[in-house]
């Protein structure tokens, strides 16, 4: 039996966090002691190999301030082997996403964005990697979600997963030939759609492992769906996965593994101190610039999970809404990055917080159609169709019922919603573009009454803008979304 060793370490959802953190007495995360620990690894270990699962770009002052540069800057200094993208590499637009991938000093991977027109995939759809004497194929898979922050039309990816499945399924045949001893799939469509995709790979494809990002899934240990292990190390840089596996080369499979979701922390990582310059280099560029004091807040306001209602979601929520004058406005959870805010607010804090620059629309719609779509959106997500969880603004408040997937409840301003009335509804750009998917309505009906207007080109500076020169707000978790 032809038996060989392989390290694989990986990373997902990285999104800035660059800087390391004192937890008691000990530092905690940061891109210097990762680099520590991959490069300590790496020497000790002759087969070892450091992948990316997606999602390097965005949740850092540094990162929104050079478009993305600085970070693929800092990634180099990672050395990994082999990335895929994940749907915030192309915030900055499709153009500035060709051209940080030139800036890259490592092979970026992905089957499913391509050139709706001729069909001409953008990168590079997998890659055979050779250590101690093994073929390992990857091959990288993104999530359709890319394409509602695409403001190119001409690019698309697949719809579902079940084409992914038949893209991953091509790559395998195509090297059939050669002998494969190991196949890897670095995926940005989130666990559950990691399931999904297992369970539709035919078992003779001989894909072995996936290993996957979006949905920030702490794991325990791997899942093994349809004898596909599949493992994620969550989002930042505080952990990173570990498999240290024994490869059956004859059969081309996994003999024995074991894997870990290792601490980045003092206690064990020694901390990269080029990479350290580098960074001291960066933030001492942004430093003066985003350090003034915007303003102080009543309180500090938190948001320690994006599934529930938090002061902070329903502060920002609160600010849009005031803003712009609407009736209601929704507010993606996710779009959140921080865990507090406050009191004192300077820039630097606030764009750390909320990072993503987006427009804002308004659309307008009868109550009774607004009830649709909502109680469309929490059914939805109450059967996993969708990760996305809306801050609601003042005013609003819905009970719905989880065991019959209805809102039992829809109240404004301590009234049930009129449903002859036309109410309008504002929400971020990505979420619009996302209606029919989410919300279960199409374009063609959400201009029945008004064309849906852009109200604000860039949601980040409209918040720059209330923070430093508007009357305070005070927002609270008051029950505006319960779910029962």
Request: charged share 25%; glycine share 6%; hydrophobic share 40%.
């Amino acid at each position: 039996m032809d038996l060989r060793n392989l390290t694989l370490l990986h990373s997902n959802d990285l999104h800035g966090d660059f800087f390391v953190e004192e937890e008691g007495h000990v530092l905690v995360g940061g891109v210097s002691m990762l680099s520590g620990y991959v490069n300590k690894t790496k020497s000790e270990i002759e087969n070892s190999i450091y992948v990316i699962a997606g999602d390097m770009l965005q949740g850092s002052i540094i990162d929104n301030e050079f478009k993305g540069i600085s970070t693929i800057d800092i990634i180099n200094m990672l050395k990994p082997d082999v990335v895929t993208l994940g749907n915030h590499e192309i915030d900055y637009g499709l153009g500035h996403l060709m051209f940080l991938e030139k800036c890259a000093k490592f092979p970026i991977i992905n089957a499913n964005l391509y050139i709706k027109i001729t069909g001409t995939r953008l990168f590079k759809s997998h890659l055979i990697y050779q250590i101690g004497g093994m073929n390992i194929l990857f091959i990288g898979i993104i999530t359709n979600e890319v394409i509602a922050q695409a403001t190119d039309t001409l690019i698309s990816s697949f719809v579902d997963i079940e084409e992914a499945a038949l893209s991953v399924e091509s790559i395998c045949n195509s090297y059939k030939t050669i002998d494969i001893d190991f196949t890897i799939i670095l995926t940005h469509i989130g666990i559950d759609d990691d399931i999904k995709l297992a369970k539709l790979l035919n078992p003779d494809l001989g894909v072995d492992l996936i290993i996957g990002g979006h949905s920030h899934t702490y794991m325990e240990k791997p899942l093994k769906v349809n004898d596909i292990l599949i493992a994620q190390a969550g989002v930042g840089t505080n952990h990173i996965g570990r498999f240290d596996l024994i490869i059956n080369a004859d059969t081309n499979s996994v003999h024995d593994y074991k894997w870990e979701l290792i601490p980045i922390d003092s206690s064990h990582c020694e901390r990269d101190k080029e990479l350290d310059e580098l960074l001291d280099n960066y933030n001492e560029k942004v430093e003066g610039k985003y350090n003034r004091v915007l303003r102080r807040l009543d309180k500090v306001y938190t948001h320690p999970d994006r599934y529930m209602e938090t002061d902070l979601g329903n502060l920002i929520t609160d600010i849009y809404w005031q803003c712009l004058g609407v009736d209601i406005f929704i507010y993606g959870s996710g779009s959140i990055r921080g865990e507090s805010l406050g009191e004192i607010v300077t820039l630097k804090d606030l764009r750390e917080v909320v990072p993503y620059e987006d427009k804002l629309y308004c659309i307008w719609l009868k109550g009774s159609e607004l009830i649709n779509i909502i109680e469309n959106y929490f059914r939805n997500y109450n059967t996993g169709k969708t990760r996305e969880f809306y801050q609601f603004s003042r005013h609003v408040h819905i009970i719905f019922d989880k065991r019959t997937n209805k809102i039992e409840e829809f109240i404004y301003y301590r009234k049930p919603l009129r449903k002859e009335k036309v109410y309008s509804l504002g929400l971020q750009g990505f979420h619009f573009n996302m209606m029919e998917e989410i919300f279960e309505i199409s374009k063609k009906d959400i201009s029945k009454y008004k064309m849906p207007k852009v109200v604000s080109t860039c949601s980040r500076e409209m918040l720059d803008e209330f923070f430093a020169t508007e009357l305070p707000i005070k927002s609270k978790i008051e029950d505006r979304i319960i779910l029962k």
